[in-house]
């Protein structure tokens, strides 16, 4: 197998030499040194306030030598992938984030919901330790037909079997314990062996989409006539693919949206899994925007508003102590500004003016505080949609190229505009974004 370790002419240190010397040696034999595979699990709560043991993420500290070493393995790897691999899976792939992921799932459920006598059912999937419970070796079986190379199959099975990990609590260590499946959270190859391991977790319909940021999972379903045939399908076939792969669906946090703007109101049966009701919600933050059955973003805005006023409190402290505006201005791009305009291309184009008013208001603020000009969310906005798009077009295999179609040679830079019956559509981000770049020629 070819060499991954850093080049010659780049080892100019001991330390890249001896990095060279052993990441070669643990290739050729599929192997990693067992020192190399011991992991300290620290408990890091997700939430705020902790009530059970699920509401910690176990988090491995490894050897820094080792993440050196994931790092050259994981680009190696993502080198020789297929670009077409898992189109909707838009966690650790260059030009994808969170933004395309909502995008997407909001333009495919706009455009349904444009036609008469539709709706969209949203099921966002909650798996139990996900990346805990990855068998590695039905993981090396999926790497083998991916093409990936027997030895480097095997160096991650070795790498994923017989890890020697201990969980630290305060000053207090447990005695070590062998494990022989997952990927450790906090190892830079595991979100990617995790990618891999769920590329052939992909909708059976037509009419069903399932959009993964990492593991969070997203069954789109597009109804029509009221037939919800293939999207109860692709959910009980969801339900066995997890089953054959060793992954369990977190039924209590598994939750249900319906999308339904047809005027006269319909009971919708609920879905079951695994003979439980999954529970029925008006509002989910999905990928960190709260998005709601009424596609508005009121939740989302009042959410984003209350965290940059706290934040705006920090600030107005940092004035007090005497920092120049432009540090109290790098303050605010970094822990204010970030959290308005946080995947602001996928919603801010359907905010109400009440929205939008009450998120200028934090700048307005801000900008008193720093006495400097910041830019309006408007103009953040519009600046991030044009340069989104000019990206994607760029990118033949971003599974949202194919909605900008240039026009003729004679109208070069212009594309073709998407036709929409309603202004949730219209104001929607791939819209809007055509109709910028039309308007820059």
Not at 173 to 198: D, E, H, K, M, R
Not at 236 to 249: H, I, M, T, Y
Request: charged share 20%.
């Amino acid at each position: 197998m070819a060499s991954l370790a850093v080049s010659s002419e780049h080892a100019q240190t001991s330390w890249l030499v001896c990095l060279r010397t052993y990441s070669n040696q643990s290739l050729s034999q599929s192997a990693v040194p067992t020192c190399f595979k011991r992991a300290t699990i620290v408990p890091v709560p997700k939430k705020a306030k902790v009530t059970e043991l699920n509401d910690y993420r176990p988090v491995a500290l490894t050897s820094v030598i080792m993440k050196c070493f994931e790092r050259l393995v994981k680009d190696h790897i993502t080198s020789i992938l297929p670009d077409t691999l898992d189109p909707l899976q838009f966690a650790y792939r260059p030009n994808r984030s969170t933004d395309d992921a909502i995008a997407i799932t909001l333009h495919t459920a706009l455009t349904h919901l444009d036609k008469r006598n539709t709706y969209v059912r949203m099921l966002f999937i909650d798996y139990s330790s996900a990346f805990n419970t990855i068998v590695p070796s039905k993981l090396v079986i999926k790497l083998e037909t991916l093409g990936l190379d027997p030895a480097l199959c095997n160096w991650v099975l070795d790498f994923l079997t017989g890890r020697s990990q201990v969980v630290r609590v305060g000053n207090n260590i447990s005695t070590p314990l062998i494990l022989n499946t997952g990927a450790p959270q906090g190892c830079v190859l595991s979100p990617l062996l995790y990618s891999l391991f769920t590329h052939d977790c992909v909708a059976k319909h037509a009419s069903n989409s399932i959009i993964k940021f990492a593991d969070d999972t997203t069954v789109v379903g597009l109804i029509t006539n009221n037939d919800e045939t293939a999207y109860r399908e692709e959910v009980r076939a969801l339900g066995v693919w997890c089953q054959e792969n060793n992954l369990s669906l977190n039924v209590s946090k598994t939750k249900e949206m319906i999308v339904d703007f047809r005027k006269q109101e319909r009971e919708h049966p609920p879905i079951h899994i695994e003979g439980t009701v999954v529970e029925k919600v008006e509002s989910f933050k999905f990928l960190g925007v709260h998005i709601t059955d009424k596609l508005n973003w009121s939740t989302h805005t009042d959410s984003v508003v209350k965290k940059a006023q706290q934040r705006l409190f920090n600030l107005r402290r940092l004035k007090k102590f005497g920092l120049s505006p432009k540090s109290l201005t790098n303050f605010y791009r970094c822990t204010i500004e970030s959290i308005l305009s946080g995947c602001i291309t996928a919603w801010y184009g359907n905010c109400s003016a009440h929205n939008r008013k009450a998120l200028q208001r934090v700048v307005r603020t801000a900008q008193r505080i720093t006495g400097g000009k910041l830019p309006a969310l408007q103009d953040t906005y519009t600046t991030r949609c044009h340069r989104k798009a000019k990206k994607i077009i760029k990118d033949n295999n971003h599974p949202s190229h194919c909605l900008f179609t240039p026009l003729s040679s004679r109208r070069r830079g212009q594309y073709r505009c998407i036709k929409a019956g309603t202004e949730r559509l219209k104001n929607s981000f791939y819209l809007k974004a055509i109709r910028l770049l039309n308007s820059h020629h």
